[in-house]
Nanobody, 122 residues
Framework: VQLQASGGGLVQAGGSLRLSCAVS????????VEWYRQAPGKSRELVGAITSGGITNYADSVKGRFTISRDNAKNTVYLQMNSLNREDTAVYYC?????????????????WGQGTLVTVSS
């Protein structure tokens, strides 16, 4: 399982960005996919998550501004970020919980993608 996050960049406050998390590999199924972020000098925090069935939940700090969606046909999860402010500046990571059958036994794990930097300017 490999995850590739993309879509970060520089945006002005009040603007929008859409991040993508492309999942690749074979022989596995993906359960929950989560987005995290880590701002300079701060610990990593959960931004939100989406289940395999499309149920989402979000951190209070981004509710109403961020939306997570998934396109199972493209094996891609998106993080649409609107009304960005300087506090949203961070490196954003996606992580996927996966499972696959190995030697007849279900095996589970978590794979992280590399981060993508989002910088919001005032």
């Amino acid at each position: 399982v490999q995850l590739q996050a993309s879509g970060g960049g520089l945006v002005q406050a009040g603007g929008s960005l859409r991040l993508s998390c492309a999942v690749s590999g074979s022989g596995f199924s993906i359960n929950d996919v989560e987005w995290y972020r880590q701002a300079p000098g701060k610990s990593r925090e959960l931004v939100g998550a989406i289940t395999s069935g499309g149920i989402t939940n979000y951190a209070d700090s981004v509710k109403g501004r961020f939306t997570i969606s998934r396109d199972n046909a493209k094996n891609t999860v998106y993080l649409q970020m609107n009304s960005l402010n300087r506090e949203d500046t961070a490196v954003y990571y996606c992580a996927a919980d996966w499972r696959k059958i190995v030697d007849g036994t279900w095996t589970v794990g978590r794979q992280w993608g590399q981060g993508t930097l989002v910088t919001v300017s005032s």
